[in-house]
Nanobody, 120 residues
């Protein structure tokens, strides 16, 4: 079955950096785009970054452009989110996401999430 396992979250001071990882299994990772979402307390889940299957194209939310970088290693079935110049407003649970086809429709798959807290 499809599994997405995030790691790398933690507590960091403003201006610091973290690198999140998402290890994928149960599907042909190299065939599908991958996404990172985040959800802060009391807010809706929002798309942070997306990357195409081969990694040739990426997209970012305006709030993280120039600070976050999404990348992937298809040999390791892993997608990463490098987060630099972190701000308190980046505090959220970060989720790895894959949208995969089933027999008649597409399904969203989510990891368990990893907490990122930016605070002094």
């Amino acid at each position: 079955q499809v599994q997405l396992v995030e790691s790398g979250g933690g507590l960091v001071q403003p201006g610091g950096s973290l690198r999140l990882s998402c290890a994928a299994s149960g599907f042909t990772f190299s065939r599908y785009g991958m996404n990172w979402y985040r959800q802060a307390p009391g807010k809706e889940r929002e798309l942070v970054a997306a990357i195409t299957s081969a990694g040739g194209s990426t997209n970012y939310a305006d709030s993280v452009k120039g600070r976050f970088t999404i990348s992937r290693d298809n040999a390791k079935n892993t997608v990463y989110l490098q987060m630099n110049s972190l701000k308190p407003e980046d505090t959220a649970v970060y989720y790895c996401n894959a949208v995969l086809p089933s027999s008649t429709y597409y399904m969203n798959y989510w990891g368990q999430g990893t907490q990122v807290t930016v605070s002094k």
